[in-house]
């Protein structure tokens, strides 16, 4: 692993906080997480009173990948892949949590996923989504983030995988265009944390 993290860690997280109190849509009835189930998150969302809907989104990702002939997305590829896993009506979601998914997605899938994300979200939802800032190529850790508090996250290395792209600040302003507005948080460690406002 190419960071000194640890294998756990407890970190404060300025774009969750921003999530939880200072998005447009600040009553979050209905939460996709991308990032698969754990009863923390369950917990803490569900004391809130939000209805979760979890999947997770790399495996997914993985699975399908290796259906493919080619191993490597085209868009009818990416389209049956949004189709198969986020069959979801408009406007279901109030928000997301990608957390950091979406960086070790095929770019041709990423540019079908995204606009579908901002699709199925409610007006004013917001998109939490974290993306490391090592350059590509880099083996970094793929997290699991469980919820302490609004402003709290506890990370545990779920795996480790090489960075298939690095995303700069206007990468990420293209890659959202779909959206009406997205932000951005500066952070200590090497996770680059972006909220994306439909």
Same mark, same amino acid.
């Given at each position: 692993?190419?960071?000194?993290?640890?294998? #756990?860690?407890?970190?404060?997280?300025?774009?969750?906080?921003? !999530?939880?109190?200072? %998005?447009?849509?600040?009553?979050?009835?209905?939460? @996709?997480?991308?990032?698969?189930?754990?009863?923390?998150? $369950?917990?803490?969302?569900?004391?809130?009173?939000?209805?979760?809907?979890?999947?997770?989104?790399?495996?997914?990702?993985?699975? !399908?990948?290796?259906?493919?002939? &080619?191993?490597?997305?085209?868009? /009818?590829?990416? +389209?049956? !892949? #949004?189709?198969?896993?986020?069959?979801? +009506?408009?406007?279901? !979601?109030?928000?997301?949590? *990608?957390?950091?998914?979406?960086?070790?997605?095929? @770019?041709?899938?990423?540019?079908?996923? #995204?606009?579908? @994300?901002?699709?199925? @979200? /409610?007006?004013?939802?917001?998109?939490?989504?974290?993306?490391?800032?090592? %350059?590509?190529? *880099?083996? #970094?850790? $793929?997290?699991?983030?469980?919820?302490?508090?609004?402003? $709290?996250? &506890?990370?545990?290395?779920?795996?480790?995988?090489?960075?298939?792209?690095?995303? %700069?600040?206007?990468?990420?302003?293209?890659?959202? %265009?779909?959206?009406?507005?997205?932000?951005?948080?500066? &952070?200590?460690?090497?996770?680059?944390?972006?909220? /994306?406002?439909?």
């Amino acid at each position: 692993m190419q960071n000194s993290q640890p294998a #756990v860690y407890r970190r404060k997280s300025s774009g969750l906080s921003h !999530f939880f109190e200072h %998005s447009p849509a600040r009553t979050y009835n209905a939460i @996709l997480d991308l990032g698969g189930l754990n009863q923390e998150n $369950v917990n803490f969302l569900g004391h809130l009173g939000c209805r979760i809907h979890a999947l997770d989104l790399l495996s997914d990702f993985d699975d !399908f990948r290796h259906e493919l002939p &080619t191993g490597k997305f085209d868009s /009818a590829a990416a +389209e049956q !892949f #949004v189709h198969r896993h986020l069959k979801f +009506e408009p406007e279901q !979601f109030d928000a997301i949590l *990608a957390w950091d998914a979406l960086e070790h997605l095929d @770019l041709q899938l990423l540019s079908k996923l #995204v606009p579908w @994300l901002n699709h199925i @979200l /409610a007006p004013g939802g917001g998109l939490l989504t974290f993306f490391h800032t090592q %350059s590509r190529g *880099a083996t #970094v850790p $793929v997290y699991r983030y469980l919820i302490e508090d609004t402003d $709290v996250l &506890t990370l545990r290395v779920h795996q480790e995988r090489i960075l298939p792209q690095t995303f %700069s600040n206007r990468n990420l302003e293209n890659l959202f %265009s779909s959206f009406n507005s997205i932000k951005f948080f500066l &952070t200590r460690d090497s996770l680059r944390e972006v909220i /994306a406002v439909r």
